[in-house]
């Protein structure tokens, strides 16, 4: 074999070992991506199992206790609390025939219209099937869709240092025409409707869109103050300002008939219940639930901004 012929097969032998190992790395990779695809179903089933066990098949406490129901921090569909899961405790707890009671906990400055009076109507659906007693107890704050949802309470109660009231919508955003136009930017915008880039802050305001918008915020300002008067009924002490968005201490709140005592979770059931436990209705969700959830608003999110579908204004919230 002269050196030609040796060279010549010393290529094919390398050629063969770098396909070798090139296959070898493919077929690593496929077993790992296989294996992490069933782990990963594996995951889901066991969550969604756990998850089903958690909020069907388990009763409940099985002696006389008071049940409470959390609602704090910013109520929206993807906060804690959120109205799936804030009904489902609540649906919970009336099922329950050891539970005498429900106390509404809450400390909250508000948020969603809409994830607030999904709640709000489900306490008065829960009160007219089962004659339980509800109580919402504010602690810092119950304002606005809070206090939207403590008013489907009979009774509520709070601090004297506590924030309650706040009975307004408000929905924001902000112009920057005159700042582009200094940067040297020309915003283009391409839409089917004559008002799809409703209010943007890259165009003049438009009065018959500033008109429809206060209309939008009238007519759900008008929903809440419904809801305030329907549940608290002739306790109201109506004023001028009642609901114009102020909000006011449990103690100014206190003659106003916004609050019915002043007092906390505990000074409550000492009051009505002295001897019963208090037993939090609270959805756990396992690390699975979590991260999936999480990963799935971030996956909408990055959605929205790389297909340029931002909201046109900001959400309306209850303030």
């Known amino acids: 074999m002269n050196f030609d012929e040796e060279r010549a097969l010393a290529i094919v032998a390398h050629e063969a070992i770098v396909e070798t190992r090139r296959r070898r790395r ?60 804030t009904i489902r405790s609540l649906e919970k707890a009336f099922k329950n025939p050891h539970a005498e009671a429900v106390f509404l906990d809450i400390n909250s400055g508000g948020g969603s219209p809409v994830q607030s009076g999904e709640i709000y109507r489900a306490v008065m659906r829960l009160k007219g099937e089962r004659k339980l007693p509800v109580y919402a107890v504010i602690a810092d704050a119950g304002a606005s869709g809070a206090y939207f ?3 489907s309470a009979d009774e509520i109660y709070a601090d004297p240092a506590s924030i309650v009231g706040s ?8 112009g920057y025409r005159e700042l582009l136009g200094k940067l040297g930017l020309d915003p283009r915008t391409f839409t089917a409707g004559e008002h799809k880039n409703f209010l943007a802050g ?4 438009k009065p018959e869109e500033v008109a429809h918008m206060q209309g939008l915020l009238d007519n759900i300002h008008q929903q809440f103050i419904k809801a305030v008067r329907d549940g608290r009924g002739s306790r109201l002490k109506e004023t001028p300002e009642m609901f114009s968005g102020l909000f006011w201490t449990g103690e100014q709140a ?15 059931r000492d009051a009505k219940y002295k001897d019963l436990k208090m037993i939090e209705y609270k959805r756990d969700r396992n690390a699975f639930e979590r991260l999936m ?21 900001n959400p309306m919230q209850l303030k």
């Open 149 to 151: 949802i403590a008013a």
């Open 167 to 174: 009975i307004g919508v408000i929905s924001h955003n902000f």
């Open 26 to 85: 493919w077929q690593i990779f496929f077993r790992f991506f296989w294996m992490g695809y069933f782990l990963l179903l594996l995951l889901i089933l066991l969550g969604l199992g756990k998850s089903d066990r958690d909020n069907t098949s388990s009763s409940g406490p099985s002696s006389k206790h008071i049940a409470v129901v959390p609602i704090q921090g910013l109520i929206s569909a993807d906060s804690d609390a959120n109205a799936d899961d």
């Open 293 to 313: 959830r999480d990963v799935g608003s971030e996956t909408s999110a990055s959605l929205r901004r790389a297909l340029d579908l931002s909201e046109q204004v």
């Open 254 to 268: 206190l003659p106003l008939g916004l609050i019915d005592a002043l007092g906390d979770k505990n000074t409550l």
């Open 202 to 205: 890259d165009q003049p305001l």
